[in-house]
């Protein structure tokens, strides 16, 4: 070996006491994803908080990265503060929304961090959803009603949450793009908020958070959608099926056409500054919405719309396409590609998003010149991924700042370790991060002489140092960390520490129940009582808690007194606890009364043996405070309240749903009815974070299901109105019309009767005479045309009696000849319902048809219930009803409607503007 070589040889292992010699693979990162609110709400994540932590984290990116670019959620958290109204009974997340709120406001967080990005040579992005505006309070969430914010623009246009075909259920999240005053909307709060940023672009994220879709294609109905659909294509897709020619894929490229006329709206909005607009692009379905991160991990939580990446492209719409990650990397990989084809010869700039900058799969992307968009969560994942290689413990003496850094972030993941010692001087480091990981590789550590440090790190200046020092307790304790942590929470007591402190608490050992009581019975911080009380319900609390709780339950903070009730939900095998949840389902306070029968239903699910002869008492306490939600219900939690009353039914089983069936099948409170049918069949969730998928025909049989009030959507089956002068003028007989057509088949025509009739008529000029002594008469489509035999439907015809005019209508199988439904007029115009399947015949409904007066007779068919009813309508206006219901007759479909007149001989009656019409 030549002596040059062994010199480069020895120069190069001098550097190994710091560096650990490795061969890493090349990778390029163009710029780094930070989720603000996450940060925000956890305390764990990369601290974003004030001046000194994005300072801190900004420098941090670009060194160990060499970014050029930050993209940065707050775009999304601004402007949900902006519009959001935030509902305070769900207080954990409304707690958030005030820290939020207070950050934004203290320290004009968005224009800060821009301003400090551009110190320091970089861009920034804003990060905004394209459709999480919230959802109605009774949209199920990641936790307890009701859904924590919407947006207030939804609030006050409903119409404009997309709606499911039966213009029943409005989904949770997006607002309906093709309505322009919508669009308007967002274009004006996203312009003022990247205006008073700063922002050198925008970027967007396409999925929601929230589990009120069920299955893909539920929303995306809404007026001009439907409307616009029927226009181009013919049909109307609330009533009738897609065709070949009118298909799914016609309808998500339509609500696509608005998103992107949106984007083109806001791109020239966003013109004048220069703002840049990029879109995150889903790496398995490019030209379908994005998918949320929960299970199943394949659900378009925004509905399906088509994402026109062409038209964006070749229109100059985005200036980015960046591939978003939830894929398997080759997969991304193949659609980078094929967005770096479809962009070639453009100004559009495409990008990705990855965890895993070392993957081979990216090499021959980065050898293009492409950079990556890097994500994480806490300050050690960046580290460890970051093109600083492995140290070792010499570092803390002779390293540079990051590979300082990068040796506690090892630490901190178990790579490595350490002398306690040599990592408690950086706790005092003048970098915030440096002090957040070394406070956090100490606890790691668990060197009880580190203690003083970690719990001196509770009273940092930053709240991401406090926080960190909040998790570093859960490793390593000593009994006076529990006054520490107290001592914290009193004097900086805000949204993430809270949340650090809730799961810090529960682990310490041995656990400090006396002092922990203590302070929960008589601190004078709210922040302090909420923090212990929430601890307690994360593991410890037994019955020798009772006198702690009973006292929370009357707290002055009705957080504390919330999160009392709802730790009394874990306390096991304690009757006691048991009926202080059933006597607070009776609480004035509508959070109470609902955090409890939340409780109760933890309770049920555990099946204590100690409680299970209380089951009778849990069960009618649920039912009591489920009747509460009925007709004139005024209560403050009217619009949510009956999903947590009614999900604790449904913990109870059989019974439960037995109880709900009673209120569904009940016809004297329809409020009470209604809700009853949606807790038993729209069941959102599957789990925690799981959504409850089902299929469109599931969907149907549940809106089957329906009270019948509510089944608004008509589909007409036969419509007939007699004005057709080439069906109906001059001399008719026999048989006119078409089986095929919605008019129908008519026949039986005859000098006798029935004949077409010019003397009087309903609406228009002519009406059909019906005469006894002449023919009955039978309207008729093909089977397949008539209502479907599973659904609601409704004949509704005017007739006009001339004196002592009588007949029977009868809805029938023509194929069998059989009858589902009879309705007899008599010569008095007394009306009866005939029981086709047993009992007395003909059953008096106590309604009348007058003599010489068009009025309007409606024989309604209850499917669920296989019961049909008939009401009257006059020419005024004023609806009867009658209260009898006879069963309906046995038949396999109903295809025709016949009218027989009846005695005396020569009495006539006149029918006009006959309709059979199928509900949904």
């Known amino acids: 070996m030549s002596k040059r070589v062994i010199l480069i040889s020895v120069l190069l292992m001098c550097r190994l006491p710091v560096a650990l010699a490795a061969e890493r693979p090349v990778s390029r990162v163009e710029g780094v994803y930070i989720s603000t609110g996450d940060s925000h709400f956890l305390g764990g994540s990369l601290p974003v908080d004030s001046r000194a932590s994005i300072e801190a984290a900004f420098d941090m990116l670009k060194h160990v990265f060499g970014i050029k670019r930050i993209y940065w959620r707050g775009l999304q958290e601004a402007a949900w503060m902006e519009v959001m109204h ?74 404009w949450a997309p709606v499911d075909k039966y213009g029943y259920r409005r989904q949770g999240g997006p607002v309906e793009l093709a309505y322009p005053d919508a669009r308007d909307a967002l274009v004006d709060v996203h312009t003022r908020l990247t205006r008073a940023a700063g922002y050198d672009g925008i970027i967007f994220l396409s999925y929601v958070e929230n589990f009120s879709t069920r299955f893909p294609d539920e929303f995306g109905y809404s007026d001009p959608i439907v409307d616009e659909f029927e226009r181009r294509y013919g049909v109307n897709i609330r009533k009738h099926d897609f065709t070949r020619y009118a298909s799914r894929a016609d ?30 692009v889903n790496p398995r379905t490019p030209r379908m919405p994005g998918l949320w991160a929960t299970l199943p991990h394949t659900y378009f939580t925004i509905g399906k719309l088509y994402f026109d990446l062409d038209t964006w492209v070749e229109d100059d719409i985005v200036d980015l396409l960046a591939i978003y990650g939830g894929s398997s990397r080759a997969v991304q990989a193949k659609t980078v590609r094929d967005c770096l084809w479809m962009t070639r010869d453009t100004d559009v700039s495409v990008s990705f998003v990855t965890t895993g900058l070392t993957d081979p799969v990216w090499q021959p992307i980065f050898a293009r010149g492409l950079g990556a968009i890097y994500a994480a969560g806490e300050d050690q994942h960046y580290l460890l991924r970051s093109r600083i290689p492995a140290q070792t413990a010499e570092a803390l003496t002779s390293g540079t700042l990051y590979e300082q850094m990068r040796f506690l972030s090892q630490v901190i993941d178990g790579e490595a370790t350490v002398a306690s010692a040599a990592v408690i001087p950086f706790a005092a480091h003048e970098n915030m991060l440096m002090r957040r990981l070394a406070v956090f590789a100490l606890g790691r550590l668990k060197d009880p002489a580190a203690l003083p440090v ?98 929370a339950l009357n707290d002055s903070d009705r957080y504390v007194r919330a999160a009392a009730i709802r730790t009394l939900g874990t306390v096991r095998n304690c009757p006691e606890a048991v009926e202080l949840i059933v006597e607070a389902l009776n609480h004035d306070d509508v959070a109470m009364s609902n955090r409890a029968v939340d409780a109760l239903e933890n309770t049920i699910k555990r099946r204590d043996r100690d409680t299970l002869e209380l089951r009778p008492r849990m069960l009618q306490a649920a039912v009591g405070l489920f009747r509460k939600m009925g007709d004139g219900c005024k209560r403050a939690d009217r619009d949510w309240g009956y999903r947590s009353a009614g999900n604790a039914l449904l913990a109870f089983g059989d019974d439960g749903e037995a109880a709900l069936r009673d209120f569904m099948d009940q016809s004297a409170d329809k409020r009470l009815a209604e809700l009853a049918w949606r807790v038993l069949y729209f069941r959102e969730k599957a789990g925690d974070n799981k959504f409850n998928i089902i299929t469109e025909k599931e969907n149907e049989e549940a809106l089957k299901a329906r009270p019948a009030w509510l089944k608004t959507i008509e589909i007409e089956r036969i419509a007939q109105d007699f004005e057709s002068d080439r069906t109906f003028g001059g001399s008719v007989s026999g048989s006119v019309g078409d089986v095929h057509s919605i008019p129908a088949r008519w026949n039986h025509f005859g000098p006798k009767g029935p004949m077409p009739w010019m003397q009087t008529a309903h609406s228009g000029k002519r009406s059909v005479r019906l005469v006894r002594g002449g023919n009955g008469m039978n309207g008729w489509v093909v089977g397949p045309n008539g209502p479907d035999p599973e659904l609601d439907y409704e004949l509704r015809f005017w007739v006009f009696r001339e004196p002592t005019g009588s007949f029977v209508v009868a809805t029938r199988d023509g194929a069998r000849r059989a009858n589902e439904t009879s309705v007899l007029v008599g010569g008095n115009g007394s009306v009866f319902l005939r029981n086709e399947v047993e009992g007395p015949g003909w059953m008096p409904t106590q309604l009348t048809i007058p003599e010489g007066k068009w009025t309007r007779l409606s024989v309604r068919v209850d499917r669920p219930r296989k019961m049909f009813g008939v009401a009257l309508l006059s020419a005024a206006g004023e609806e009867t009803k009658s209260s009898v219901a006879a069963p309906l007759g046995p038949v396999e479909r109903v295809n025709s409607v016949s009218f027989y007149p009846q005695a005396p001989l020569g009495a006539a009656c006149c029918l006009d503007d006959i309709e059979l019409v199928e509900r949904r």
């Open 86 to 159: 935030v509902r305070e009974e769900n207080f954990r997340s409304a707690s958030f929304h005030h820290w939020s709120h207070q950050l934004l406001r203290e320290h004009d967080l968005e224009k800060l961090a821009v301003q400090i990005a551009h110190a320091k040579g970089l861009e920034l992005w804003g990060v905004g959803t394209l459709g999480d505006w919230g959802a109605t309070p009774e949209t199920p969430s990641f936790t307890q009603f009701p859904m924590s914010a919407e947006a207030r623009f939804r609030i006050e246009h409903p119409e």
């Open 251 to 280: 309808w998500y490229r339509l609500r696509g056409e608005y998103l992107t006329q949106y984007l083109r709206e806001l791109k020239a909005a966003l013109a004048p500054d220069g703002t840049k607009l990029g879109m995150f």
């Open 454 to 551: 970690i719990e001196a790190a509770l009273t940092d200046s930053e709240n991401g140092v406090r926080c960190k020092a909040m998790q570093a307790l859960r490793d390593v304790h000593r009994p006076e960390s529990t006054a520490r942590i107290i001592d914290c929470l009193a004097q900086f007591g805000n949204h993430p520490l809270g949340e650090m402190a809730r799961d810090t608490i529960p682990r310490l050992r041995p656990f400090p129940r006396e002092e922990l009581t203590e302070a929960a019975l008589n601190h004078g911080s709210a922040d302090v009582r909420r923090a212990i009380i929430r601890a307690f319900g994360r593991g410890p609390a037994t019955a020798d808690d009772l006198p702690l709780l009973k006292q």
